[in-house]
């Protein structure tokens, strides 16, 4: 029901974006917020933050407002940038729904992986 | 915002009783009653597998159970099966429309 998509690999002090396509229920659906997460190689779960679809977003602080998500509701996709990248964000990304009504992520994409690497 | 704390590893052998911790603090697990618990096996998508501290979604067994006491959350497995060894992470709303996960903990049935 969410799919990631992206380039695999990005260079140190690019842009690193990537596209979650939602192809069950709506974007704009009042219930849910939408998140990255990623997993570093050998490392746990890192959240990364999340939007709601008026736009509103919240991230990790230990992300340095590197990040940003956003909505595009003709598409029924959201998107995160992350920019001034360095080999420390090399991970598997993950798109996840969230519903704020249990504060879980009740669905996932599948992941994407992403080398940070001249 | 600090990650919470899980065991890196617990075990058990087929049949038996298994209990992950996720400790925090007052600003996050011990501040809302928002705690999940996700199963990860390595190549697939996190599995939510309970919510609000011991809620199951549709179709996860009742093998899985959960609790919280102060700032520590709990995770029992019991009755273990070879298909319970994965990765299992713990996440807690943390205040402000964010969330706070656990370090994962590898469990493994023997």
């Known amino acids: 029901q969410l799919q990631e998509s992206g380039p695999g690999l990005v260079k140190p002090s690019e842009t690193l974006s990537l596209t979650c396509s939602v192809s069950s229920g709506s974007i704009s659906s009042s219930n849910y917020f939408w998140g990255w997460v990623r997993q570093p190689p050998g490392k746990g779960l890192e959240w990364i933050g999340s939007?709601?679809?008026?736009?509103?977003?919240s991230y990790s602080p230990s992300l340095s407002g590197r990040a940003t998500i956003f909505t595009d509701t003709s598409r029924n996709q959201f998107s995160l940038r992350l920019t001034s990248v360095t080999a420390a964000d090399t991970a598997v990304y993950y798109c996840?729904?969230?519903?704020?009504?249990?504060?879980?992520?009740?669905?996932w994409g599948r992941g994407t992986a992403v080398s940070v690497s001249s | 915002q600090s990650a919470l704390s899980q065991p890196p590893s617990a075990s058990g052998s087929p049949g038996q009783s298994v209990t992950i911790s996720c400790t925090g603090s007052?600003?996050?697990?011990?501040?809302?009653?928002?705690v999940s618990w996700y199963q990860h096996h390595p190549g697939k998508a996190p599995r939510l597998i309970l919510y609000?501290?011991?809620k199951r979604p549709s179709g996860v067994p009742d093998r899985f159970s959960g609790s919280k006491s102060g700032n520590t959350a709990s995770l029992t497995v019991s009755g273990l099966q070879t298909d319970d060894e994965g990765d299992y992470y713990c996440s807690s709303h943390a205040g402000s429309n964010s969330l706070v996960f656990g370090g994962g903990t590898s469990l493994t049935v023997l």
């Open positions: 609000e501290v011991f």
């Open positions: 939007v709601y679809f008026s736009g509103r977003g």
């Open positions: 007052s600003t996050d697990i011990g501040g809302y009653n928002y």
């Open positions: 996840a729904r969230i519903s704020w009504i249990i504060w879980g992520l009740d669905v």
